[in-house]
């Protein structure tokens, strides 16, 4: 079983709705949370931390589901731009490694 | 912007050549990481380094070997490549911010060995 697990896609959504979609991890003892984003042949870059609270950033919001091991993502008011694949990223040691899922492909349509 | 380099961006090379893919970032970070990616596919840790003559083997095994002998500096060498080394080889480097990690990471290296 894989230790970060999403769901690939793709989520295909008219630009100005909103999409959200999770994740879920197999190590209880996960320590860290992070969403970053991927276009097309490029780095991943960090998109967001997730905090246990919840956090939003602009249009952006994550959530932390400790119970059921699982984070997610929300995007409200999707823009073309926004289109790309979405990592859910873990750590599980306090070394820094993360444990990447395979990614959400997101695809905002006009 | 994150200052981590990787040169070359691309790279075509026959069977049975030895190469180096160079990695440098200038923000002072202790770790650093080598990641294998296939289009369309997940990223793979293959090599991960906490610092100056520290190297470890990441979660997916590799052929490839690593040094770390400046703190700025991690390449990646393969002593013979084989078309299966075909791929995608980011490198990336972390510190810690407010009590977690964040990676930043180079923009790749593109490998076509034929």
């Known amino acids: 079983r894989k230790e970060v697990e999403q769901d690939p896609g793709p989520f295909n959504v008219p630009e100005g709705a909103t999409v959200a979609f999770n994740c879920t991890y197999s190590n209880s003892a996960s320590q860290s949370f992070f969403w970053y984003r991927q276009d097309c042949r490029k780095e991943p870059k960090l998109l967001m931390s997730v905090y246990s609270s919840g956090n939003e950033d602009g249009r952006f919001t994550a959530q932390l589901n400790r119970a059921s091991q699982y984070i997610s993502l929300l995007i409200r008011d999707s823009k073309l731009s926004d289109s790309a694949t979405y990592l859910c990223v873990v750590t599980t040691d306090s070394w820094g490694k993360l444990q990447f899922g395979a990614g959400t492909q997101v695809v905002v349509t006009p | ?114």
């Not at chain 2, 596919?41 to 003559?53: A, K, P, R, T």
């Not at chain 2, 299966?84 to 480097?93: F, R, V």
Request: aromatic share 10%; with cysteine; charged share 20%.
């Open chain 2, 1 to 114: 912007e994150a200052d981590i380099y990787q040169t070359p961006r691309y790279l075509v090379i026959g069977t049975g050549k030895k190469i180096t893919l160079e990695c440098s970032q200038t923000m002072g970070h202790d770790k650093m990481y080598w990641y294998q990616q296939d289009p369309g596919m997940e990223l793979h840790l293959i090599h991960y380094s906490y610092g100056v003559n520290s190297t470890e083997k990441g979660d997916l095994s590799s052929e490839s070997t690593v040094s770390r002998i400046r703190t700025e500096h991690f390449p990646l060498t393969l002593e013979s490549a084989r078309p299966s080394h075909t791929s995608q080889y980011l490198c990336a480097s972390s510190e810690m911010l407010a009590g977690t990690y964040e990676q930043y990471f180079g923009p790749g290296t593109r490998l076509t060995v034929t």
